[in-house]
């Protein structure tokens, strides 16, 4: 079993939608979380950065992240086609460098 | 300003030859991080430097060898590579103090021949 699981997709919407990306993990000493955006041929581009349980909004953006269930998520409103692109989890230990990261949900969104 | 700045973009180099990929940060993060990119996979790492020592070398041939000459800049030197090493190459940093959260550089797209 991978330590942190993500749907590949790929996932289409239509414009305007709300996109849902999720990931699950097994290591409850996950304790750091993290968003990232990357578009082809680019280096990943942080959206979000999370620690505790909750929600976490940033403009069209929020992350959710349950520890209990060892789930995170992150929903993008009035999806736009700017959006599409490859979405990674990613989460780490307390003290650790290292991340971990989900293997990414590309999404499109159609005009 | 939160950037980390990866050069050359792209690199193409053939197996015999000898070539570093550079990476700069002026965050004043102490852990910078090498990772290797397949496509439509997620970044793998490869090496971690903390308070330029390496701390990590997940068993990656030795073909790459990385250097920290100081906190701001991480190079990975290159030698004898495969075709299979072709791939999106990222620099990462963080600050290793706090928790934080780590930031990407553009990559350097390799391709080699």
């Known amino acids: 079993q991978k330590e942190v699981e993500q749907d590949p997709g790929p996932l289409s919407v239509p414009e305007g939608a709300i996109v849902s990306l999720n990931c699950t993990y097994s290591?409850?000493?996950?304790?750091?979380f993290m968003w990232y955006r990357q578009y082809s041929r680019k280096g990943p581009e942080l959206l979000m950065y999370?620690?505790?349980?909750g929600n976490k909004e940033d403009g069209r953006f929020t992350a959710q992240v349950d520890k209990s269930s060892k789930y995170i998520s992150l929903f993008i409103r009035d999806s736009q086609p700017s959006d599409s692109a490859t979405y990674l989890c990613?989460?780490?230990?307390?003290?650790?460098?290292?991340?971990?990261f989900g293997t990414g949900t590309r999404l499109t969104v159609i005009p | 300003d939160t950037e980390v700045t990866q050069t050359p973009k792209h690199l193409v180099m053939g197996m015999t030859n000898k070539k570093s990929l550079k990476c700069e940060q002026h965050?004043?993060?102490?852990?910078m991080y090498w990772y290797k990119q397949k496509a439509k996979k997620p970044p793998e790492l490869m090496f971690v430097?903390?308070?330029?020592?390496?701390?990590i070398n997940e068993s990656v041939p030795s073909r790459f060898s990385p250097e920290c000459p100081n906190s701001s800049l991480l190079n990975l030197h290159l030698h004898a590579l495969q075709p299979e090493d072709s791939a999106l190459y990222l620099c990462?940093?963080?600050?290793?103090?706090?928790?934080?959260?780590?930031?990407f550089g553009q990559g350097t797209r390799l391709t080699v021949v």
């Open positions: 990462a940093s963080s600050d290793p103090s706090l928790n934080t959260e780590a930031f």
């Open positions: 290591n409850s000493a996950f304790q750091y």
């Open positions: 999370t620690y505790s349980s």
């Open positions: 990613a989460m780490k230990r307390t003290g650790a460098n290292n991340l971990f």
């Open positions: 965050m004043g993060h102490r852990a």
């Open positions: 430097y903390s308070y330029e020592k390496l701390s």
